[in-house]
């Protein structure tokens, strides 16, 4: 598996995972930026993602769903807040309801990724910060960490398979 460490900070309410590929910095951009890759590790191996919008621009919003084993739907979107091709992504990221708009009155988690070369690798860290203690409690129970970790895990094969 490509995750390498996982650290939770009720302190700081963040996630943080950290995953190194043996891509480039350049390449694992792309598996953000395009809706088709994307879909093929958003979502953890039992709930694969749709994306139906992804405007990959600063402002530009998306949304998505997943779907489980037995036809249930996640869905969810982000909105981006910053673009440093190819270093980072700054975005916002929520719940959607079932017509896929974010949930009002809901607030959305804030989260980036950065991508960093080290000899002739990539380390990837994804950070996400929660609005309070009880949004970080309450997405945890949900399966988040596991879910983000299994999502993450499927980088390598699908580089492996593009490679091929």
Known sequence: MTVVSTAK???????????????SPERLWQ?????REL???WG??????TFTRHDFFVGGESRYHMTGPTGDTARGWWRVDAIDRPRRLDFANGLAGEDG???????????????????????????????????????????????????IGQIDAL?????T
């Open 9 to 23: 900070d009720e302190a700081e309410l963040t996630l943080t995972m950290v995953a190194e590929y043996d891509a």
């Open 31 to 35: 598996l953000w930026e395009d809706p």
């Open 39 to 41: 879909e093929r590790w």
């Open 44 to 49: 953890p191996p039992t709930y694969p993602a």
């Open 101 to 151: 708009e974010p949930v009002q009155g809901m607030e959305p988690m804030s989260g980036h990724v950065t991508f960093e070369a080290a000899g002739g690798r990539t380390v990837m860290t994804v950070v996400t910060r929660f609005v309070d203690e009880a949004q970080m409690e309450k997405m945890l129970a949900m399966g988040m960490e596991e879910g983000m970790s299994l999502a």
């Open 159 to 163: 580089l492996r398979s593009a490679a």
